[in-house]
C-alpha cells in the first residue's frame, strides 16, 4: 500500500495489525523525526518535526535520501516472535537478502542493543537486534511499535548520510567529535531508491 500525505500524519497512522501489510511511503517534505522520549528541537530551515511513538533518536527525513517502509505482521503470523529483542531478525535478514541482490554485502545485527555516545539523540548511531550494517556501518535502521494484536516495524534505509546536517539540526557538541563518530558508525547504501524497494519488496516472504 502506498501512502501519501505529510510525516506526521503518517507517522500517526494506526495500520491494521491483524494481517501482514507493507506500506510503502514517499518522503515529499523535508522532516526531523523524534523519538518518542527525545527533547523537542527547532531546526527550522522549512524541515518540519514530528514525533514518533517509538523510542530511540533522530532520523532526519528528506525526499530521495531515505528509503522509508513500515511491515506489519499480526500475532501468531509465522514470521510473529514474542521475543521482542529477536522479533525484528527476520525482518533484517530479508532487508540483506535485498541489499545483497544488488552486489553489496549485508550484515544483521544480531547482538543486544549497542549504545553509544549520541544514540540517544540520532538513531543511527546505535545498534538494535534487527538493524542492517555495511562494512560495519549501520545503513538500514528498524523501530517497532506492538500490542496484543500484532507489531508494527518502521524501517528507514539511508541513501545519504548527512552528518554534518544532523549535527548542526540538533546542535551536537562539540560538533568535531560528532561528526568524527557518526561517520564511523553508520553510512549510505550504494543503491538507487527505486531498485532497493523494488528488490525488498520482491524478497519479501
Not at 510525516?7 to 497512522?13: G, W
Not at 511511503?25 to 522532516?31: A, I
Not at 503470523?77 to 525484528?88: F, I, K
Request: glycine share 10%.
Amino acid at each position: 500500500e502506498y501512502t501519501s500525505g505529510s510525516v506526521a500524519n503518517r507517522h500517526a497512522l494506526q495500520p491494521d495489525l491483524t494481517k501482514r501489510g507493507v506500506l510503502v511511503h514517499q518522503v515529499d517534505q523535508p522532516t526531523m523525526v523524534l523519538g518518542s522520549s527525545q527533547r523537542s528541537v527547532a531546526v527550522g530551515g522549512g524541515i518540519d518535526v514530528v514525533r514518533r511513538r517509538s523510542g530511540g533518536g533522530a532520523v532526519l527525513l528528506r525526499p530521495g535520501e531515505v528509503l522509508w517502509l513500515d511491515i506489519v505482521i499480526p500475532r501468531g503470523d509465522p514470521l510473529w516472535s514474542d521475543d521482542v529483542g529477536r522479533a525484528a531478525l527476520w525482518l533484517g535478514a530479508v532487508w540483506c537478502d535485498a541489499i545483497r541482490a544488488s552486489g553489496v554485502d549485508a550484515t544483521v545485527h544480531r547482538e543486544p542493543m549497542v549504545v553509544s555516545r549520541w544514540s540517544d539523540l540520532v538513531c543511527f548511531a546505535g545498534r538494535a537486534p534487527g538493524e542492517v550494517l555495511v562494512d560495519n556501518h549501520k545503513v538500514l535502521g528498524v523501530s517497532q511499535r506492538r500490542n496484543r494484536t500484532g507489531a508494527w516495524f518502521q524501517c528507514a534505509a539511508l541513501l545519504t548520510w548527512p552528518v554534518a546536517e544532523m549535527v548542526r539540526l540538533l546542535g551536537l557538541q562539540p560538533s568535531s567529535d560528532a561528526i568524527r563518530d557518526l561517520q564511523a558508525l553508520a553510512g549510505p547504501l550504494p543503491i538507487a531508491e527505486s531498485e532497493l524497494q523494488a528488490s525488498f519488496l520482491e524478497h519479501l516472504p
